[in-house]
């Protein structure tokens, strides 16, 4: 049983990475109805929470049918993160998580995010700070280093051990390398098997299949794996992963009518939860995703990311259930 503190989570769980416009309630919905067992909120600038920003302090909506859930903060000032945290904290997550390996230059360049690998010491001093201005237990998610001369992922791993933190992500790549180029899950494996590490462990990075996650798991022996990119459009590979683990056999491919009906679920949410502009606009970053593979599905995509009117977007949703069959890729 793998356990945060005391919070169980499984055998082997299935994190849902925190994602910048991606990994809002109405998604973290669908994935967890999919078998995601812990997710976490998109990244929140602790300026903008001590400042009580709309944007921020929206992102700190949080629902009971979505827990255990984290709140993810980032920062590069020690005291405004530690008040941050206080703030996530008081809107009721299982665990505050520290944005350690953002890679995007206006957040890396100015010292958060992956930026702080730069500086062990400082990263080190503000987890502290925020571990003991913390009730709930305080995860991180880092990078391998700021590039490939920097990897000490193992001496940041035992840092952030060694002041409170009670698990740690890691995303196989530098910060040079964005999400480029392969990760690299040796250096995460490092981590895991190391006589000094005993919080867990997850991994991140290209993991895209049930296959790749049954290999990954056997390899490198993480106590789970976190998951981005790859839910996104396509919640299912959560309950795919777990049933390929569980039986070694594949699940159906998602059919038209289950590809529709999530849809619609998560467009019905984005609306509640947005409201009826930003909740629409805000959608069209999934549907290519939600139909990939569907032969002739250009024309109703157009409309898809084109309308601003949701039923006409609900009635092009119901022609394609009607009108298009899903062909499995590969």
Sequence with gaps: MVKIRDLELGEFPLLLAPMEDV???????????????????????????????????????????ERPIGIQIFGDKIDSMREAAAIAEAAGPELVDINYGCPVKKVACKGAGAGILLDLPKMQQMTAEIVKRCSVPVTVKTRLGWDANTIRIVEVAQRLQDVGIAALTIHGRTRQQMYKGEADWSHIAEVKNHPAIHIPIFGNGDIDSPEKAVEYRQRYGVDGIMIGRAAIGYPWIFREIKHFMATGEHLPTPDMAERVAVCRQHLDFSLQWKGPVAGLTEMRRHYTNYFRGTPNFKPYRTRLVTSDDAQEVYDTLAEIGEQLTYVPLG
């Design 23 to 65: 990994s809002d309630p109405p998604f973290r919905a669908v994935c967890k109805q999919n078998g995601a067992d812990l997710m976490y909120t998109e990244f929140i600038s602790s300026e903008g929470l001590i400042r009580d920003a709309h944007k921020s302090v929206q992102k700190l909506d949080i629902y009971d049918d």
